[in-house]
């Protein structure tokens, strides 16, 4: 088969790309699958797939990989120009030399064998495999000193050359591909890895050669706006960019470490991302009393939870629900993550002095109907943004608590009268992020008899009306990256501020006062929450027990 013809019906590769690939080479030369990979239309480590299939040449296994033992360089004369193109020799038996590749075709290594009339036997594997095979040579590079002290000029030279460029596309290409939030690249025990978080949890993805950590930070520093030459202190920096035809926002953050720079890229894709009540995955009864709650025309609905428990994408769906030509919405946001339309979006500023209690006080000169702030982080914010309801204004924020009814504590804290609080708030829901079950491999879980024991599932069915118990796990598969979890969903505590929680006083006590007023209720703790969606096989216990045990 010609390699067009399998980069179209195996890598399915459109024929409007491969043309201008074709007309590029026609122009400029090179190779083909090379032009793919830089126009971003074909990742770089699918490359591996692409080889094995064209060439018929075999992949290198993990046992091989485990049975690799650090080899005598000796063996190998000139080995240096070998590793240097990512040729690892496995072994030389007279003229035949036995390779580990990941391009088969450099035309360097091919010329270099020719002219010493050496026979290359060659197994294909990834970037990563290279690099860690290499390391046992006792020839992973450390990061070369010299390039601390280059000119900045030298720095942006390594920044923009075709390897580094293409291998930090193929990491930016492989995470969006997986669904990742964030990708961190770190030094660690001696080298540069990256990772990637999908659905919350960070996975390991890559390992980045030593000799490249210095420019691809360069890179991602020049494409974020941050200082090259700075490495002692903290920066932060936006990308704008299209890969693998994915239009991508990416917040990028440096911190110095002892050993080199951190760097976590977070990836904003707001043609991913639907603001939607049946997307959150609420529990239906609990949908029903926020929907309620959201309609009325004044108070406040806070959400409260740690980082990055989808507090904001909660929020955004509830102003998703409310956005209409007859309501004017104004957001105070830090920073500004998805561009809602219809929506009035602000961005905080404190270094002009426009903080949130700042922003807050124009927000209401504008004759909003609601408004949408980011984080109650003081006094004067909190006492704003309640007096703003009793003013008649719907407002949404989130606090930093465990649970719901610590989000009255936690004002109280700030200084916020007591009054003010019964006063103004409607709702407080606390919230966590729990991993989907992957519909592509979900069966019964093995443990089904001991958990439901252990957990009592059936008191928990019994008492919310659940007829069946259903656990269920997933085995792992190509479609969920074989972690058997594909999405997340919403575990969360409701508390209604109604006249009991008013009538109760804020003092130590009200934390267990409000978590028993709301079990008579019938309403569900976190942890319960989390139960309850086990039991209808959404997500699994071990996964509850993470998030909400």
């Known amino acids: 088969m010609e390699l067009n013809q399998l980069l179209v019906e195996r890598f399915e590769i459109s024929v409007l790309d491969i043309e201008k690939a074709l007309s590029y080479q026609q122009k400029f030369g090179g190779r083909i699958e090379q032009i793919l990979i830089n126009m971003g239309s074909l990742p770089e480590d699918q490359l591996v797939e692409l080889y094995s299939v064209y060439l018929e040449l075999p992949v290198l296994t993990a046992e091989q990989i485990e049975a690799f033992d650090r080899v005598d360089s000796s063996a190998f004369p000139e080995l240096e120009i070998c590793l240097e193109h990512g040729w690892i020799p496995l072994s030389a038996e007279s003229k035949v030399w036995t390779f580990v590749v990941s391009d088969p075709l450099n035309p360097v290594m091919n010329e270099w064998l020719f002219s010493r009339n050496i026979q290359p036997n060659l197994i294909l594997a990834s970037t990563s495999d290279i690099n860690l095979l290499a390391s046992k040579f006792g020839a992973a590079q450390e990061i070369d000193n010299e390039l601390y002290s280059a000119e900045e000029e030298k720095l942006k030279e390594l920044a923009t050359e075709a390897p580094v460029v293409n291998l930090l596309n193929s990491l930016i290409s492989k995470a969006l591909r997986q669904g990742a939030s964030d990708m961190h690249l770190e030094p660690y025990g001696g080298r540069y890895r990256a990772r990637f978080r999908v659905d919350g949890v960070l996975h390991e993805a890559d390992t980045i050669p030593a000799n490249k950590q210095l420019p691809i930070v360069t890179r991602l520093k020049i494409l974020s706006g941050m200082d090259i030459a700075e490495r002692r202190r903290p920066q932060d920096g936006k990308i704008e960019m299209k890969i693998a035809n994915q239009e991508v926002d990416i917040r990028v953050s440096a911190l110095p470490l002892n050993d080199g720079e951190s760097i976590v890229m977070r990836f904003l894709r707001k043609e991913s991302v639907r603001y939607e009540m049946s997307v959150l995955g609420l529990s239906q009864d609990i949908e029903q009393r926020i929907r309620e709650d959201i309609k009325k025309t004044a108070g406040v609905v806070l959400l409260t939870g740690p980082t990055g428990s989808g507090k904001t994408t909660t929020l955004y769906t509830f102003l998703n629900a409310l956005n209409n030509d007859d309501v004017k919405i104004i957001t105070l946001e830090d920073p500004v993550e998805y561009q809602l339309e219809g929506i009035n979006q602000v961005q905080v500023n404190s270094e002009i002095g426009f903080d949130f209690a700042a922003g807050l006080r124009s927000i209401v000169r504008q004759d909003p109907d609601v408004i949408m702030l980011g984080e109650i982080r003081d006094k ?117 501020c109604d006249d009991t929680i008013k009538s109760i006083p804020k003092d130590a006590d009200f934390i267990q006062k409000a978590k028993s007023h709301n079990a008579s209720r019938m309403r569900r703790t976190l942890f319960e929450d989390g139960l309850y969606k086990a039991i209808l096989g959404q997500t699994t216990i071990e996964e509850v027990v993470r998030v909400a045990g």
């Open 380 to 496: 004067e914010t909190a006492q704003i943004a309640l007096q703003s309801a009793l003013t008649g204004h719907l407002v949404f924020s989130t606090v930093h608590t465990n649970d719901a009814a610590s989000a009255y504590t936690r004002l109280l804290d700030l200084g916020v009268e007591e009054f003010l609080l019964n006063a103004a708030l409607i709702s407080v829901v606390a919230q966590r992020l729990a991993r989907k079950v992957c519909d592509g491999c979900s069966v019964a879980h093995p443990d089904n008899e001991r958990l439901i024991k252990q957990y009592e599932l059936e008191s928990i069915a019994a008492k919310f009306g659940l007829a069946s118990i259903n656990l269920r796990h997933g085995t792992g598969c190509e479609k969920c990256g074989n972690t058997g979890y594909k999405g997340r969903l919403a575990v969360t505590e409701y508390l209604a």
